[in-house]
T-cell receptor, first 113, second 115 residues
Framework: NAGVTQTPKFQVLKTGQSMTLQCAQD?????MSWYRQDPGMGLRLIHY???????DQGEVPNGYNVSRSTTEDFPLRLLSAAPSQTSVYFC????????????FGPGTRLLVL | AQKVTQAQTEISVVEKEDVTLDCVYE???????LFWYKQPPSGELVFLIR??????QNEISGRYSWNFQKSTSSFNFTITASQVVDSAVYFC????????????FGPGTSLSVIP
């Protein structure tokens, strides 16, 4: 199993540009989530999904959209990037909801100029 | 609302010393889960332990041990005889019974083990 994969590993955007961060898992996990990591603030939950077709907001959802059309994929969309969205983004999945162990992807480092 | 506090931002120890990383949590639920994760300099997040609120037994895994005390809402992590490879950022996290969907992380403690 590849586990949780994320692409790209690194991306530079200009303010106002849009892009999609990809996340995929091959473990048939129902629960997937997106976090952003900023210095001194730990990981903050952006959006999560408890299964295909179901998504919900986390702590810091503004400026991000998600969808979950399949169990395997959970893309994160930035519609109009802002410098405040410069961060490292982690995708995670787990067999069940938050009580289970989460497996994290390697992260995507995003720089918005 | 759930909250996780890790008051120690950075800790430095000399190799072979013992070190304890503190974690204090807030929750209104009686059922919840606590986690510790390690993030080495390479950046990946590594799961270390999960503990549910009904199990207050301390746990030991090699040089790692965890002390869970509901009375003080703490879930502290001790590394015995620290090694350079233990240098990393350590995160404590919490998910509440009513919303297992959300796992909230603390700000992390950066541990440096000096040879």
């Amino acid at each position: 199993n590849a586990g949780v994969t994320q692409t790209p590993k690194f991306q530079v955007l200009k303010t106002g540009q849009s892009m999609t961060l990809q996340c995929a898992q091959d473990m048939n996990h129902e629960y997937m989530s997106w976090y952003r990591q900023d210095p001194g603030m730990g990981l903050r939950l952006i959006h999560y999904s408890v299964g295909a077709g179901i998504t919900d907001q986390g702590e810091v959802p503004n400026g991000y959209n998600v969808s979950r059309s399949t169990t395997e994929d959970f893309p994160l969309r930035l519609l109009s990037a802002a410098p405040s969205q410069t961060s490292v983004y982690f995708c995670a999945s787990s067999q069940t909801q938050g009580s289970a162990t989460q497996y994290f992807g390697p992260g995507t480092r995003l720089l918005v100029l | 609302a759930q909250k996780v506090t890790q008051a120690q931002t950075e800790i430095s120890v000399v190799e072979k010393e013992d070190v304890t990383l503190d974690c204090v949590y807030e929750t209104r639920d009686t059922t919840y889960y606590l986690f510790w994760y390690k993030q080495p300099p390479s950046g990946e997040l590594v799961f270390l332990i999960r503990r549910n609120s009904f199990d207050e037994q301390n746990e030991i895994s090699g040089r790692y041990s965890w002390n869970f005390q509901k009375s003080t809402s703490s879930f502290n992590f001790t590394i015995t005889a620290s090694q350079v490879v233990d240098s990393a950022v350590y995160f404590c996290a919490l998910s509440e019974g009513g919303s297992y969907d959300k796992v909230i992380f603390g700000p992390g403690t950066s541990l440096s083990v000096i040879p």
